[in-house]
């Protein structure tokens, strides 16, 4: 990917200047879809999904073009894609809310600080935009990425998520 192909995400990931997240590790928000990010996309996805597909060059490009939606990439050292987040942007009666989808870092680099300074760069980017709240679902079995959220200041909400299944 080029220098134009990408924006740096409002923190760098960490590392001399202090800010969260691993050395290293740069978050960048994509503002182009390229044949590298469905490469990077395909290899995530079903470390993130067993029952998702990954999405195509067209549904990327979806989430890209959405004035509701920021997509995050992690790139380690090597320049390799690690890792991704989907920041959702939207107005509701009581304010702009935000809420975080799909993070998912590559089994070979978790525990090395990409899936927080991705975090770190979303509730940043939801901050300066004015969201209210970021809020975000993990799964239980998911003990690792669990504690990181709890680390980072988020507070487990007691509360019940319906989902409807509509195709």
Do not use: C
């Amino acid at each position: 990917m080029t220098p134009e192909d990408t924006r740096p995400a409002p923190s760098d990931g960490g590392g001399s200047d202090g800010t969260p997240g691993a050395p290293g590790v740069v978050v960048v928000e994509i503002d182009r879809v390229t044949d590298e990010l469905v490469k990077a996309f395909s290899h995530l996805v079903p470390q993130l999904s067993s029952s998702s597909a990954p999405p195509g060059g067209a549904e990327l490009q979806e989430i890209v073009d959405s004035t509701s939606s920021v997509l995050l990439v992690a790139r380690d050292r090597a320049g390799a894609m690690v890792g991704s987040l989907t920041l959702a942007l939207f107005r509701v009666p009581t304010g702009l809310r935000a809420w975080i989808e799909d993070v998912v870092v590559d089994e070979s680099a978790r525990g090395a600080g990409a899936g927080e300074a991705l975090v770190a760069a979303a509730l940043e980017r939801a901050g300066a935009v004015g969201a209210r709240s970021v809020d975000l679902t993990s799964r239980p079995s998911r003990e690792a990425a669990n504690r990181l959220y709890v680390r980072m200041g988020f507070e487990l909400r007691t509360t019940n998520v319906y989902r409807f299944n509509a195709g």
